[in-house]
């Protein structure tokens, strides 16, 4: 199985990124995929989920109606817009695979830097 983030960089405060994740090796539609970061000196966060089996969507209260999860079933690929971007964004993203009937079974992705400056 690989899990792999790209998309990540350096952008302005009140900027826009796309991250990508691409998982292989699994059944896609059986896993929920979801972000997380880590910023220097804080423990893991999440950020966003998002649910195959019903559609639902699920995201940390300090991102709600800036960042938006969305997956693309044929490419396997989950990702994640954030919009009004802040200096506090910057961490590295993470992508997680979660076997939805089994969530013991898991798989990180390596992360993926975004710094936003101010």
């Known amino acids: 199985v690989q899990v792999v983030e790209s998309g990540g960089g350096l952008v302005q405060a009140g900027g826009s990124l796309r991250l990508s994740c691409t998982a292989s090796g699994l059944t896609f539609n059986q896993y929920t995929m979801a972000w997380f970061r880590q910023a220097p000196g804080k423990e893991r966060e999440f950020v966003a989920s998002?649910?195959?089996?019903?559609?639902?969507?699920y995201y940390v209260d300090s991102v709600k109606g800036r960042f938006t999860i969305s997956r693309d079933n044929v490419k396997n690929t989950v990702y994640l817009q954030m919009n009004s971007l802040k200096p506090e964004d910057t961490a590295v993203y993470y992508c997680?695979?979660?076997?939805?009937?089994?969530?013991?079974?898991?798989?990180w992705g390596q992360g993926t830097q975004v710094t936003v400056s101010s």
């Open positions: 997680n695979a979660q076997r939805t009937d089994r969530p013991t079974s898991y798989y």
């Open positions: 998002h649910v195959h089996k019903d559609g639902s969507t």
